[in-house]
């Protein structure tokens, strides 16, 4: 096998998934113990904060894009950018909406 048919695939050490887990862990703690404070607002922005920190350390080290091709970084990145454009059509339909006009 040449060496441009070999495949190289980056090593986590086990200690690195069992400190994401524990992070996860106490992100889940967190947004139970905000949910029950009431901040206004700023509980939705703190949880959604999380939350995407969260998700951040998900796809990052245990779907391995970390340590991934920059195809994979290009996936992800679309993936993320289309997302946004779903999440702006919705939040202008919600917003521009006219309720309880009709009938």
């Known amino acids: ?14 200690s690195t998934y069992f400190a994401i887990f524990g992070a996860l862990l106490v992100g889940t703690g967190l947004t139970a113990w ?3 404070i009431d901040l206004g607002v700023m ?4 949880m959604l904060a999380i939350a ?3 998700a951040t350390l998900v796809i990052l080290f245990f779907m391995h894009v970390k340590y991934g ?7 992800v990145a679309g993936s993320v950018f289309f997302l946004l454009i779903l999440i702006i059509f919705t939040m202008n339909d919600y917003l521009y909406r006219s309720w309880g006009t009709w009938g």
């Open 1 to 14: 096998m040449s060496h441009n048919e070999q495949t190289h695939h980056h090593l986590v050490p086990l």
């Open 52 to 54: 995407v920190t969260k």
């Open 69 to 75: 091709s920059k195809l994979t970084w290009l996936i």
């Open 34 to 36: 905000v949910a029950y």
């Open 43 to 46: 509980n939705n922005v703190i």
